[in-house]
């Protein structure tokens, strides 16, 4: 099933096929294809539903009704007689693109022929995978893939694409699902391996009771004395340290008193100075006072 270039948008029409009531008129398609404004077209047979308001005449969809069937001159039976069921369900796609007036809400921004980003229901993806899927193709991707203008690619059912896509999505299952096991196999590996640790540690802890029971009486007056030797020595550790403490505080009360004696060394020295110069005050005065005296005398004289 080749489709020509014009279908290249019309994937995104889906759910637009049930009929959309917007309450207006609608618009056309300002591609010199259409009609300029929608109005009623009592004479459409092939795409009946929009007689009462369409954007295109009885002549513009002459090309659905002349076989071979397909649009623009190009046949849809490039890879075989389309069935029934497939032919009119791309009919009906087509007679939204070129008739419908609610089709120019969804104009393409750079090609004026065309639709882009008409939203898609569930359903209508489902029923027009249902009609064609056993219909042939040529092309994977109708919008970009040239093969589909000519059908020099192989023809194949269109669900074969589709068990292509799901056989792909099941190996992916598949890898993720090894992927899982051999990270379960690695922590199990890891468990078993601390274990195995675990049983050697029992192990030598087993054979570590056996040897301190072969030494016996021996071994625990070994170890007996060993201790006694460890408090000796730390007994000593502990007595030099005391006296080594002691012998610090008497330098420490020593520098004390070096100090105390010092500051009042210090103190004294500072007390002499004051003496001193106080004596300098007094004789000072008295000598200021013997000139004054002196002076006074002299005048009254």
């Not at 104009?107 to 022929?113: A, F, G, I």
């Not at 023809?155 to 056989?167: N, T």
């Not at 005391?242 to 610090?248: A, D, P, S, V």
């Amino acid at each position: 099933m080749a489709v020509p270039r014009l279908l290249l948008g019309l994937a995104y029409v889906a759910t637009l096929l049930s009929t959309f009531v917007w309450g207006q008129e609608g618009a056309c398609l300002q591609d010199g294809r259409h009609k300029a404004t929608p109005g009623p077209e009592p004479y459409l047979k092939e795409c009946s539903m929009y007689m009462e308001n369409a954007c295109c005449s009885e002549q513009d969809i002459d090309d659905l009704t002349a076989p071979p069937a397909g649009v623009d001159s190009a046949p849809w039976d490039r890879c075989g007689t389309l069935s029934p069921v497939c032919e009119a369900f791309l009919k009906r796609v087509v007679c939204f693109y070129r008739c419908s007036p609610h089709a120019a809400h969804w104009p393409h921004p750079q090609r004026d022929s065309f639709l882009k980003a008409v939203p898609l229901c569930h359903s209508f993806c489902r029923d027009w995978y249902e009609a064609c899927k056993s219909d042939l193709t040529c092309a994977r991707d109708w919008a970009g893939d040239p093969r589909g203008l000519n059908c020099t690619g192989s023809c194949v059912p269109y669900q074969q694409g589709k068990r292509r896509k799901e056989k792909r999505r099941e190996e992916k299952r598949r890898e993720e699902k090894r992927r899982e096991e051999r990270r379960g196999e690695g922590r199990r590996g890891e468990e078993r391996r601390g274990e195995g640790k675990g049983r050697e540690g029992k192990g030598r802890e087993g054979k570590g009771r056996e040897r301190k029971g072969r030494e016996g009486k021996g071994g625990e007056e070994r170890r007996g004395e060993e201790r006694r030797g460890e408090e000796r020595r730390g007994e000593e550790r502990r007595g030099e340290e005391r006296r080594g403490e002691e012998r610090r505080g008497e330098e420490r009360r020593g520098e004390e008193r070096r100090g105390e004696e010092k500051r009042r060394e210090e103190k004294r020295r500072e007390e002499k100075r004051r003496e001193e110069r106080r004596g300098e005050e007094r004789r000072g005065e008295e000598r200021r006072g013997g000139e004054n005296a002196y002076i006074g005398c002299k005048e009254t004289e």
